[in-house]
């Protein structure tokens, strides 16, 4: 799986209403090629709508999303998603669910199966290729999801809330896992994510949406050193500011 | 622990029939050893093997058309929600109606035949087995769709890859329900209809005063009813092992 160069994301001007309720308004956005981005904001403030409009699941009612040098119109290839509750089929194996996507663009059973595999050694769940998703744990299940969003080799990767039902011994690891494997593959990631804490170790900047309707309220250069998985990022005094600073940011939006 | 359960149910059932018998409650009543005696001597008559082959081509008839019918209307009624929302209306009132009452309809339009106990057979499963696989379809978790739709995934790629394995465990109910019904259907519409196969011997017997071959043959009814059941929860057993 040779990675594909990553790709910047530009929002132009997104609205987006669901009936009477106004979810976005006027959303100006630009995620670089490359850049790790998180979206966080108080619940209800229209973050995952951004990311399924970003994915081309949710249509804007104006202004225009564009990913490479795609408008987006609806799901594309560039873009894999990875869902808070998962969404792997209960009724295939770790290995099928991982081939998923593969099967779906037409892939050879044969391509299919090695990348699959690769994938699936990626997120450390080799061994697991033949077990059901109901055998396995949150965690496991969830680097399923990831596996299965880095099989078709994806130049972004669309994060719905990943580590929101996963313990946190587990989610610790599982965030220095992606913080690795992030950086051997240059992807441009978007994470939508209610954790200030998850929101700072991870990201190289973090966008603050402001609730009902969602505008950008503030953005947040992330300066610490990377890799961050490697030194003990969360215990520096830097880390710690830049938490209090987004939690001063949010705490005014309550 | 469940062998040993089921071992004494059996067990306890003999033995309230047994007492049953001595009581005697009737003195119509046979005793389990006086219908296993008539069991065997309809066995060995051949009577029950041939009454049982005309009565599982009506079975197989009916049943066969509930699923082939069934199965396909209840995905596409689940699919196609305005077919569902109109179709569901026929199926509630079949389901509710007392399916007996069809039966003088049914002796007029096709006859006194093995046919007829089919059509039978048919309209008490069919609704049953289209209901689920309708329900099935409606119960498709949405972030599975979704999921799908974030791959790019076509209209067929989304009935074929999510939709049809999400229902096939409620459509794997409807036909053990439907199977249920099936037989339930058969020997109704071969004790009140068409005189044909186990029904039609329950029937002589009974009019006969031989109570023993009576009991014997609903007897032989309830094993081939109870054999067909649990082939199809193997089946069902083995294609949705994903759940154990």
């Given at each position: 799986?040779?990675?594909?160069?990553?790709?910047?994301?530009?929002?132009?001007g997104v609205s987006k209403a669901?009936?009477?309720?106004q979810a976005l308004v006027d959303i100006?956005?630009?995620?670089?090629?490359?850049?790790?981005?998180?979206?966080?904001?108080?619940?209800?403030?229209?973050?995952?709508?951004?990311?399924?409009t970003?994915?081309?699941?949710?249509?804007a009612d104006a202004g225009?999303?564009?990913?490479?040098?795609?408008?987006?119109?609806?799901?594309?290839?560039?873009?894999?998603?990875?869902?808070?509750?998962?969404?792997?089929?209960?009724?295939?194996?770790?290995?099928?669910?991982?081939?998923?996507?593969?099967?779906?663009?037409?892939?050879?059973?044969?391509?299919?199966?090695?990348?699959?595999?690769?994938?699936?050694?990626?997120?450390?769940?080799?061994?697991?290729?033949?077990?059901?998703?109901?055998?396995?744990?949150?965690?496991?299940?969830?680097?399923?999801?990831?596996?299965?969003?880095?099989?078709?080799?994806?130049?972004?990767?669309?994060?719905?809330?990943?580590?929101?039902?996963?313990?946190?011994?587990?989610?610790?690891?599982?965030?220095?896992?992606?913080?690795?494997?992030?950086?051997?593959?240059?992807?441009?990631?978007?994470?939508?994510?209610?954790?200030?804490?998850?929101?700072?170790?991870?990201?190289?900047?973090?966008?603050?949406?402001?609730?009902?309707p969602g505008r950008?309220?503030?953005?947040?250069?992330?300066?610490?050193?990377?890799?961050?998985?490697?030194?003990?990022?969360?215990?520096?005094?830097?880390?710690?500011?830049?938490?209090?600073?987004?939690?001063?940011?949010?705490?005014?939006?309550? | 622990?469940?062998?040993?359960?089921?071992?004494?149910?059996?067990?306890?059932?003999?033995?309230?029939?047994?007492?049953?018998?001595?009581?005697?409650?009737?003195?119509?009543?046979?005793?389990?050893?006086?219908?296993?005696?008539?069991?065997?001597?309809?066995?060995?008559?051949?009577?029950?093997?041939?009454?049982?082959?005309?009565?599982?081509?009506?079975?197989?008839?009916?049943?066969?058309?509930?699923?082939?019918?069934?199965?396909?209307?209840?995905?596409?009624?689940?699919?196609?929600?305005?077919?569902?929302?109109?179709?569901?209306?026929?199926?509630?009132?079949?389901?509710?109606?007392?399916?007996?009452?069809?039966?003088?309809?049914?002796?007029?339009?096709?006859?006194?035949?093995?046919?007829?106990?089919?059509?039978?057979?048919?309209?008490?499963?069919?609704?049953?087995?289209?209901?689920?696989?309708?329900?099935?379809?409606?119960?498709?978790?949405?972030?599975?769709?979704?999921?799908?739709?974030?791959?790019?995934?076509?209209?067929?790629?989304?009935?074929?890859?999510?939709?049809?394995?999400?229902?096939?465990?409620?459509?794997?109910?409807?036909?053990?329900?439907?199977?249920?019904?099936?037989?339930?259907?058969?020997?109704?519409?071969?004790?009140?209809?068409?005189?044909?196969?186990?029904?039609?011997?329950?029937?002589?017997?009974?009019?006969?005063?031989?109570?023993?071959?009576?009991?014997?043959?609903?007897?032989?009814?309830?094993?081939?009813?109870?054999?067909?059941?649990?082939?199809?929860?193997?089946?069902?057993?083995?294609?949705?092992?994903?759940?154990?």
């Amino acid at each position: 799986m040779a990675a594909p160069a990553p790709v910047p994301i530009v929002v132009d001007g997104v609205s987006k209403a669901f009936g009477p309720v106004q979810a976005l308004v006027d959303i100006h956005l630009r995620v670089r090629a490359g850049e790790f981005l998180s979206l966080i904001g108080p619940s209800g403030c229209g973050k995952t709508t951004l990311l399924k409009t970003l994915a081309g699941l949710v249509p804007a009612d104006a202004g225009r999303v564009v990913v490479g040098d795609r408008v987006v119109r609806g799901p594309g290839r560039e873009c894999s998603v990875v869902f808070q509750d998962f969404a792997l089929l209960p009724w295939a194996t770790v290995q099928k669910n991982v081939e998923f996507g593969l099967l779906l663009r037409g892939v050879p059973a044969a391509e299919r199966a090695g990348t699959a595999r690769r994938a699936i050694g990626k997120v450390g769940l080799a061994g697991f290729e033949e077990a059901y998703p109901a055998q396995l744990s949150g965690g496991m299940q969830q680097r399923v999801g990831l596996a299965r969003a880095l099989a078709v080799s994806p130049q972004v990767l669309l994060m719905d809330e990943p580590f929101a039902s996963i313990d946190e011994q587990t989610r610790r690891l599982f965030q220095d896992d992606l913080l690795r494997l992030w950086s051997e593959e240059r992807k441009t990631v978007v994470l939508v994510t209610h954790s200030m804490e998850e929101a700072i170790y991870l990201s190289d900047r973090v966008v603050v949406l402001s609730p009902r309707p969602g505008r950008v309220q503030q953005e947040l250069d992330v300066p610490l050193p990377r890799p961050r998985e490697t030194a003990d990022v969360r215990a520096t005094a830097d880390f710690a500011r830049l938490v209090d600073g987004l939690w001063k940011i949010l705490r005014k939006l309550q | 622990m469940v062998f040993a359960l089921r071992t004494a149910s059996v067990v306890a059932f003999l033995l309230l029939w047994e007492w049953a018998a001595r009581v005697p409650i009737s003195f119509n009543f046979p005793s389990p050893g006086a219908t296993l005696t008539a069991l065997i001597a309809l066995v060995r008559s051949g009577a029950l093997l041939s009454a049982t082959v005309t009565s599982l081509q009506s079975l197989l008839l009916g049943f066969g058309g509930a699923v082939v019918v069934g199965v396909p209307l209840g995905l596409v009624m689940g699919v196609v929600r305005p077919v569902g929302r109109v179709a569901r209306v026929y199926l509630d009132v079949l389901i509710a109606l007392p399916t007996a009452a069809l039966i003088p309809l049914v002796i007029l339009s096709f006859g006194i035949n093995i046919a007829s106990s089919a059509v039978i057979v048919f309209v008490f499963s069919a609704p049953f087995v289209a209901m689920n696989a309708y329900g099935g379809v409606r119960d498709v978790r949405p972030r599975l769709v979704e999921m799908a739709q974030a791959f790019d995934a076509s209209w067929g790629q989304l009935v074929t890859r999510i939709v049809l394995p999400s229902a096939l465990p409620m459509v794997m109910a409807g036909l053990r329900y439907g199977l249920s019904r099936a037989f339930v259907g058969l020997i109704v519409a071969e004790l009140l209809l068409s005189p044909f196969g186990l029904g039609r011997l329950i029937m002589m017997s009974r009019s006969m005063f031989e109570h023993d071959r009576m009991f014997a043959t609903v007897l032989w009814t309830l094993l081939l009813a109870g054999a067909a059941l649990t082939a199809l929860a193997r089946l069902e057993a083995r294609l949705l092992r994903w759940r154990a």
